[in-house]
């Protein structure tokens, strides 16, 4: 039988989730007997090509391209997962969802003290902003959360094997914490 | 990525680009005659610390500001806490706590410097730029060097360790704490770690050997690609010797003259600027007595060894002087040499990490100092990819920060990365009448060697242009914007 399909994807966070997967240290090798990566940062594939089985999300939903991304991944997986805080809350980035857009963008683009000749970018290269930093879940369905910032490489693994070898995924207390 | 043809010209996309941290995408504008006309390295990400941070605690700052990175976060966590060192009058760290410090960024550049050369960039080195997309990654490198692989992992687990034994975590931790420190190191943590210690500097001496005889193995082709002239610029100890903890900053030019020199963190802004461009969230920043035509500059592994004069500790300074002797003690100017430095590095911090557990200070029990309170800090420290500044001013009344200013390592890396793509672009790309995914991997490799870190770059929040809206998983509206 082939091998499940494993897609990552890191929308508006920082890549820590990401860093917890990869503590899992030596078990990697054992990862990569369970499953096989599909499209993923830490590989060159670019695009969906044929059905995954497992996505992880990592990140909030903070711009048009982030929601075209987490939709391609609702449309190719077929069980999804937020993994840490901002996917599950929007975490740290969504605390500028307090401060009027304008103003952030003045701040850094404009008032920074070491800004020369500011100017607001506005290429159409780069994505559009929306107002506020949203959990994946108010954008598509999400079918499982490990909560974290980020979630320990036990909390993973263990959530992982559960539902690649088609066992429960009630995980026990020490493994859900919320820093 | 996609090839769009429109009269003779056209536009290559490559997005996302992968095997970096964060989100970057490239647009490279082909003329009819199939030149390069424009190449950029776009970042598309944002977050907007510098205004959202306004109105927090300032001991706050080092714990938050630390999200703005998964990969380096204790750099960032280090960064803010020097930078509260000042506010609340801690000239001086006590021995326990600016060591504990140290132990805990070295094991974070050996663990940044080892994710970056195994997993991310290997595959480039091993496979070649152009090998087939599913072998050219990590887990392709498992599989047809699984005694390196196995060796990356526990290296980089290693460093970790490290991090978790000092900071209480492996990602985001909380162990340095404005004035110091909140924990000093056992000796039963102190003795799981050194009992590792010699074999991740043999095993980081392996890496180096390995990068090595990849670079040597074609160093014509190497030491050209996607190279040119740059200014260097580096934090370095007083006395010029490699510090990537505390220092004054350097700045030299292409061939090795000063620029400044001696610069301390309270003085940044008469010699660093940021300009704004339109296209990309990322600001460009360079040396203002210079000019944004002419000072721009690199930062990182390479500039590090361009701008110190020698390295306190003896595998790491033999090997300093075996690359400086490739441009005959002049900077080397060469994007893949990136590779070779930082390979130098991780050598370095695993003799720095020997040299802090054989330390009794680390066992110390005074842990934090104070002085006279001020309402401005800026701090810098050398993170893995390059100098990092955090600036935060305070109301003294309230304790809240009232100004944050951040210029990461990977915003230094701005136009030295545009460069490259723009170079790479010429060498490989130009005159090809088909460009294959592996021609666009080169562009890649000439960022990757960078070691770019966009999340940490993308703190800076842009301009909504556009109409968006957002709709629900059941279809609902749930926002809707216009340019503003």
């Not at chain 1, 007997?33 to 903070?62: A, H, M, Y």
């Not at chain 1, 954008?139 to 320990?152: A, N, R």
């Not at chain 2, 703005?68 to 609340?88: E, N, Q, R, W």
């Amino acid at each position: 039988m082939a091998k499940p399909l494993l897609a990552t994807a890191a929308f508006t966070g920082c890549f820590g989730c990401h860093m917890s997967l990869l503590d899992i240290d030596d078990r990697i090798l054992k990862l990569v007997e369970l499953v096989e990566f599909d499209k993923s940062p830490i590989n060159d594939i670019k695009t969906f090509s044929r059905p995954v089985d497992v996505g992880l999300l990592e990140g909030g939903i903070s711009n048009d391209e982030n929601v075209e991304q987490l939709r391609l991944f609702r449309e190719n997986c077929k069980i999804l997962i937020s993994v840490g805080q901002c996917a599950i809350t929007g975490g740290v980035p969504a605390m500028r969802n307090t401060v009027p857009l304008k103003e952030c963008f003045e701040e850094a683009y404009l008032r920074g003290p070491s800004v020369v000749d500011g100017v607001l970018p506005n290429d159409p290269d780069i994505p559009i902003l929306l107002d506020k930093v949203y959990p994946c879940h108010e954008v598509v369905k999400i079918d499982y959360f490990l909560p974290g910032c980020p979630p320990s490489a036990d909390t993973l693994w263990a959530a992982l094997t559960a539902l690649l070898t088609g066992k429960d995924m009630g995980l026990p207390y020490e493994l859900i914490k919320y820093d | 990525m996609a090839t769009v043809p429109a009269n003779g010209k056209r536009k290559i996309v490559i997005n996302p680009v992968t095997r970096v941290e964060g989100h970057g995408k490239v647009t490279i504008h082909m003329d009819e005659n199939n030149h390069v006309d424009q190449a950029r390295f776009h970042i598309i990400e944002f977050r907007g610390f510098e205004r959202f941070i306004q109105g927090r605690m300032y001991w706050e700052a080092p714990v938050v500001v630390q999200r703005l990175c998964g990969i380096c976060p204790v750099s960032h966590h280090l960064c803010g806490a020097k930078a509260t060192d000042v506010i609340v009058g801690a000239d001086k760290l006590t021995p326990t706590a600016e060591k504990m410090r140290r132990l805990m960024h070295y094991g974070q550049t050996y663990q940044s410097h080892a994710l970056h050369f195994y997993h991310l960039a290997s595959p480039d080195l091993l496979f070649g730029f152009g090998a087939p997309v599913e072998k050219r990654n990590v887990i392709g490198v498992i599989g047809e060097y699984p005694e390196v692989a196995t060796k990356a992992v526990l290296m980089r687990k290693f460093g970790q360790e490290i991090i978790k034994a000092t900071s209480g975590k492996k990602v985001h931790g909380t162990g340095a704490i404005p004035g110091g420190i909140n924990k000093n190191l056992s000796i039963e943590e102190r003795d799981v770690l050194r009992k590792d210690a010699g074999k991740m500097l043999e095993w980081a001496v392996e890496g180096l050997e390995l990068c090595k005889s990849v670079v040597k193995g074609n160093l014509d082709f190497l030491l050209a690609f996607g190279s040119f002239d740059s200014n260097h610029v580096s934090i370095v100890r007083e006395d010029g010797c490699m510090d990537l903890y505390d220092g004054v900053l350097r700045a030299k030019d292409f061939e090795g003259n000063i620029i400044f020199d001696q610069v301390k963190p309270a003085d940044y802004l008469d010699y660093i600027v940021e300009e704004v461009r339109p296209w990309s969230y990322m600001k460009f920043p360079h040396i203002k007595s210079l000019g944004k035509e002419k000072g721009w500059y690199r930062v990182g592994p390479m500039p590090r060894v361009n701008c110190c004069d020698f390295i306190d500790t003896p595998v790491a300074e033999k090997e300093r002087a075996e690359l400086m002797s490739v441009t005959g003690g002049k900077p080397i100017n060469s994007t893949m040499a990136y590779h070779w430095a930082r390979m130098i590095e991780l050598v370095h911090s695993a003799e720095k990490i020997i040299e802090l557990l054989d330390d009794p200070d680390l066992q110390g029990t005074d842990l934090v100092t104070s002085g006279e309170k001020r309402t401005r800090g800026v701090a810098w420290i050398e993170a893995p990819r390059g100098t990092l500044i955090h600036h935060y001013e305070l109301n003294p009344e309230t304790d809240q920060i009232v100004l944050a200013n951040l210029i990461v390592s990977t915003t230094h890396n701005n136009e030295p990365m545009n460069r490259a793509v723009r170079v790479v672009a010429e060498q490989h790309l130009e005159g090809q009448a088909e460009i294959t995914e592996g021609l666009l991997n080169h562009i890649e490799v000439g960022i990757r060697a960078y070691d770019p870190c966009l999340s940490c770059a993308t703190h800076a929040l842009g301009q909504m242009r556009l109409q968006v809206q957002l709709v629900g998983a059941d279809g609902t509206i749930l926002d809707e914007q216009f340019r503003g």
